[in-house]
T-cell receptor, first 114, second 116 residues
C-alpha cells in the first residue's frame, strides 16, 4: 500500500512569497503531524490533527504558519511571507489511531527561501 | 533542559561489527515511549524500534535492540553486524503520555558511518 506522500519534494521561494506544502497520509490514518527539520538537527513538532480537528498547534513558530486538514485526510501547511529562517525540511507523519505509537513519515518537502 | 540528548554527533563502525548509539532522556511522566528512527540521505524517517516505559524486557527487532536502563534514563540503540546500508542519521525520540498531542520529541541525531 502507499505510504505517506508529500508534495512538492523541493520548493524554492523568494523571501516574502507564500508557499503551500501538501501531505497525503496513509488512508484511514486518524492522526497527522507536521514537523520542521532544520539542517543538521532533529525534527521539531509543529502541529497535530486528529481527523479534521487541529488539537495542538503549539509548535508553529509564528502566525505566518497555518495548517489545515478540512476533510480529515489531506493536509496543507501554509507559510505566508516566507523568511530565510523558514528554510528547512518539512516532514509529515501519520498514525493509524489516536494511541497508535508508530508514526509513518513522508519523504519531506525541502523548502529553500532565498 | 533537553528532553532527548544524543551525545555522539558522528560514529564510525567497521562493517560486520556491532555499534551502540547513545540516548538519554528527561521526563517526569511515568508513562512514555521511546523510539529510534533511521534517516538515510533520501530524507525519509524510518521507524526502527519502540520501547514502552512499562515494558519489562528490552525491545528487539532483527539486528536492532534497545538497551533500556530506566533508572539511568537511557535508551541506547544497539545495531549488530553492521552493514554498509546502515550508514545514515539515527534519531532517538520520546512520546509522553501526558502529551495530548502524541507528538514525538527528537534528539539531535547521530550520524553513523559504516566502513567496508
Amino acid at each position: 500500500g502507499a505510504g505517506v506522500s508529500q508534495s512538492p519534494r523541493y520548493k524554492v521561494a523568494k523571501r516574502g512569497q507564500d508557499v503551500a506544502l501538501r501531505c497525503d497520509p496513509i488512508s484511514g490514518h486518524v492522526s497527522l503531524f507536521w514537523y520542521q527539520q532544520a539542517l543538521g538537527q532533529g525534527p521539531e513538532f509543529l502541529t497535530y490533527f486528529q481527523n479534521e480537528a487541529q488539537l495542538d498547534k503549539s509548535g508553529l513558530p509564528s502566525d505566518r504558519f497555518f495548517a489545515e486538514r478540512p476533510e480529515g485526510s489531506v493536509s496543507t501547511l501554509k507559510i505566508q511571507r516566507t523568511q530565510q529562517e523558514d528554510s528547512a525540511v518539512y516532514l509529515c507523519a501519520s498514525s493509524l489511531s489516536i494511541w497508535g505509537y508508530e508514526q509513518f513519515f513522508g519523504p519531506g518537502t525541502r523548502l529553500t527561501v532565498l | 533542559a533537553q528532553k532527548i540528548t544524543q551525545t555522539q554527533p558522528g560514529m564510525f563502525v567497521q562493517e560486520k561489527e556491532a555499534v551502540t548509539l547513545d540516548c538519554t532522556y528527561d521526563t517526569s511522566d511515568p508513562s512514555y515511549g521511546l523510539f529510534w528512527y533511521k534517516q538515510p540521505s533520501s530524507g525519509e524517517m524510518i521507524f526502527l524500534i519502540y520501547q514502552g516505559s512499562y515494558d519489562q524486557q528490552n525491545a528487539t527487532e532483527g539486528r536492532y535492540s534497545l538497551n533500556f536502563q530506566k533508572a539511568r534514563k537511557s535508551a541506547n540503540l544497539v545495531i549488530s553486524a553492521s552493514q554498509l546500508g546502515d550508514s545514515a542519521m539515527y534519531f532517538c525520540a520520546m512520546r509522553e503520555a501526558n502529551n495530548a498531542g502524541n507528538m514525538l520529541t527528537f534528539g539531535g541525531g547521530t550520524r553513523l558511518m559504516v566502513k567496508p
